[in-house]
T-cell receptor
Framework: DAGITQSPRHKVTETGTPVTLRCHQT?????MYWYRQDPGHGLRLIHY???????DKGEVSDGYSVSRSKTEDFLLTLESATSSQTSVYFC?????????????FGSGTRLTVV | AQSVTQLGSHVSVSEGALVLLRCNYS??????LFWYVQYPNQGLQLLLK??????LVKGINGFEAEFKKSETSFHLTKPSAHMSDAAEYFC???????????FGTGTLLAVQP
């Protein structure tokens, strides 16, 4: 999607290893989000950021940490990957938290933990 | 707390038939409502949204949705399905205490020739 890129697009990792996913935006939006998508659950919010170094937990934050040292980058780290974290991860951005414009999503990272 | 319910995880229609995807929400305050579409192996694309004003909103690809406050619904329709409409559709709401986008569990639309 224009203005927001995720890397890598695909990753296979072993149980117990740390993994970092990157989200980069060129829109200068204040808010950034990490969601995971699983069949039957839709998208669930993991963490979000409302500014540089300002982050907060979402509904499924256990086992994940985030960092935002620059406006344009939001990193999601799985501290010790487990098979239950196999999922598709989406980053999103918005101008405001309750923005009537909705969120803009990246193309996703498909993570497989073996 | 906000929540979104999408009735029917799988919907199948014939090409040319009416598409109706159902979405009900709960919110303690007037919400913003959205429909997103996800094509295979892609991200989510905004289809349409309701914020304020006219309750019937039109989106891309011939889709529209009507906000019915009395029924707390925001169903998505398209008069005539096309093969290219096959995708997963997500209803979402923002508003209330959490003020973040909350998604339904999605409806996978199949279009039969």
């Amino acid at each position: 999607d224009a203005g927001i890129t995720q890397s890598p697009r695909h990753k296979v990792t072993e149980t117990g290893t740390p993994v970092t996913l990157r989200c980069h935006q060129t829109e200068n939006h204040r808010y950034m989000y990490w969601y995971r998508q699983d069949p039957g659950h839709g998208l669930r919010l993991i963490h979000y950021s409302y500014g540089v170094k300002d982050t907060d937990k979402g509904e499924v934050s256990d086992g994940y940490s985030v960092s935002r040292s620059k406006t344009e980058d939001f990193l999601l780290t799985l501290e010790s990957a487990t098979s239950s974290q196999t999922s598709v991860y989406f980053c999103a951005i918005s101008k405001g938290q309750g923005s009537p414009d909705g969120y803009t999503f990246g193309s996703g990272t498909r993570l497989t933990v073996v | 707390a906000q929540s979104v319910t999408q009735l029917g995880s799988h919907v199948s229609v014939s090409e040319g038939a009416l598409v109706l995807l159902r979405c009900n929400y709960s919110s303690s305050v007037p919400p913003y409502l959205f429909w997103y579409v996800q094509y295979p192996n892609q991200g989510l694309q905004l289809l349409l949204k309701y914020t304020t004003g006219a309750t019937l909103v039109k989106g891309i690809n011939g889709f529209e949705a009507e906000f019915k406050k009395s029924e707390t619904s925001f169903h998505l329709t398209k008069p005539s399905a096309h093969m290219s409409d096959a995708a997963e559709y997500f209803c979402a709401v923002v508003g209330g205490a959490t003020n973040k986008l909350i998604f339904g569990t999605g409806t996978l639309l199949a279009v039969q020739p």
